[in-house]
């Protein structure tokens, strides 16, 4: 995940997110022994990817600034900004990963047709310029809503259409609706902005990853919930600790100061790949959490062929 983090750098955004999400999901699969994972590799790099880029849509640059202060409040709430940034990141991400090992492929299958849905719509939109000539002319904080209620829209109707993928287009429209409570609770009644001017969206993905546990917790997917939490906590302390490295080098702490070659160093780099290691090493841990539990193979009640 650190070497994944280092390339997002040249891409960034949800794009960007997605490929470190892809790899340590991916890494995480073809590392555990076990073949039951194994014949869900596809599965585990979509889930990865696709949890990992809606941390995508949050900006953490500002909170940098903040880190690199002189006054103890400015430096304690940049850190503790990036704690909440950095485990929103590891939560939906490690959340929607568990599906993969805790859910049957039916359910999994489920998803198919109106994922496929929404990536049309956003298609679409983007083609026609719908979806930047709405963003400009209504920005709502700065953030992607019309991605988001586009998603709101499709999942609702595809719910209509097919009764038998109810299941995951209730769960697509949750997400999208929590999305709208945590920025219009968070952001639009109580007037939080973490990093003005830029967007808000930290406000919509706290809301969905409040959904996200809500949503294991009703299922009583106790391993999902696990999984969930390492990525909060790895997340978390991985963009703290990243930052923290940063600053010794821009400060030119200690050694630093000493010998040029690591004044030298890519310090904004590092701290990325920090923080894509740490959370990485985290939701591994989780996982091997998992394998010494020796948790049960999700129900193969599919052709296999069907997703992967």
């Known amino acids: ?21 892809a790899l340590v999901s991916l890494v995480i699969c073809l590392c555990a022994h076990r073949p039951d994972w194994w014949r869900r590799t596809a599965v585990f790099g979509f889930l990865g990817y696709l949890g990992w880029a809606f941390g995508g849509q949050a900006s953490y640059g500002i909170i940098v600034g903040y880190t690199s202060g002189t006054s103890f409040p400015n430096v304690y709430y940049g850190y503790a900004c990036l704690f909440i940034v950095g485990g929103i990141w590891g939560g939906i991400g490690a959340g929607l990963l568990s599906f993969g090992v805790t859910k049957p492929r039916s359910y999994l299958n489920m998803f198919i047709g109106p994922l496929t849905v929404i990536y049309v719509t ?16 209504w920005s709502i904080y700065d953030t992607y809503w019309v991605k988001s209620a586009s998603a709101f829209i499709a999942g609702s109707a595809y719910w209509l ?11 697509v429209v949750l997400i999208t609706v929590a999305w709208w409570l945590g920025l219009g609770l968070l952001t639009g009644v109580l007037g939080l902005h973490m990093t003005p001017p830029r967007s808000d969206s930290w406000a919509a993905l706290l809301g969905v990853t409040v959904a996200i546990f809500a949503y294991l917790i009703k299922s009583k997917n106790w391993a999902g919930l696990m999984l969930a939490c390492y990525g909060v906590l790895a997340g978390g302390i991985g963009f703290a600790c990243g930052d923290f490295i940063q600053m010794l080098g821009r400060a030119k702490w200690g050694p630093i100061a000493q010998y040029p070659i690591l004044q030298k160093l890519p310090y904004w780099t590092l701290m990325e790949q920090t923080f894509g290691f740490i959370m990485g090493l985290g939701v591994a841990i989780g996982f091997i959490q998992l394998i ?17």
């Not at 097919?162 to 299941?167: A, F, I, N, Q």
């Not at 010494?292 to 992967?308: I, S, T």
Request: some cysteine; charged content about 20%.
């Open 1 to 21: 995940m650190a070497m994944g983090w280092g390339v997002r750098g040249a891409y960034g955004h949800s794009t960007g997110a997605a490929m470190p999400g």
């Open 122 to 137: 956003w298609f679409f939109l983007d083609k026609v310029g719908l979806l930047d000539w709405l963003q400009q002319k």
């Open 161 to 171: 259409i097919d009764r038998k993928s109810r299941p995951a287009c209730q769960l």
């Open 292 to 308: 010494r539990g020796q948790v049960a193979p999700a129900v193969e009640d599919k052709d296999q062929g069907y997703l992967n």
